[in-house]
């Protein structure tokens, strides 16, 4: 397998995948509204579309050892993954990265990528010459205006967006 095509796991009960060695090519929103919260990526990729993992419950990423000279990634790559708790790069002898997008979502105003749990934001670019892994943790406050759900003293629940409710049960 070198290439996944977009939308192959759309909306699919997946929750954990170790993608196989060799594959070097993910198109455009190949996981999005999955129950997908593990994968394991191989060294070997080469190009990640954006959106692969918007709207899922993704908790934990895991890049094995690059042995692709470069790996791009797609600009909305983990948008709306509220759950998101690390992206881990094991073992780079050298890893350069020269951005990392952003995790948004409604829920949450972005702060940026830090290389401990709750430590400082990092800047980009951000070389590692550590010959060990290098995981980051996304730094991200929840919203004011993020949609919450609330109970109703009659039984069931309205939700609420910016003020207004906008569903009820």
Known sequence: ????????FYDTPLESIVL???M???DYVVFEYSQLK???IPGTMKSMGGADFRNTPLETVVF???????LFMGGDMFDET???????FKGPKQLQLNTFDSADSE???WLG??????????????????????TLYPKRTPSPTAPRTVPCSLGGTFKIKDGRVVSST
């Open 1 to 8: 397998l070198k290439k996944m095509q977009g939308g192959v």
């Open 20 to 22: 196989p060695n060799g």
């Open 24 to 26: 070097e090519t993910m």
């Open 38 to 40: 593990h994968i394991t």
């Open 64 to 70: 094995e050892s690059r042995t692709a000279p470069s």
């Open 82 to 88: 509220p759950n998101l708790k690390s992206v881990t």
């Open 107 to 109: 829920y949450f105003n």
């Open 113 to 134: 990528w830090s290389t401990t749990e709750g430590g400082p934001v990092v800047s980009f670019p951000l070389a590692n010459t550590n010959p060990g892994d290098l």
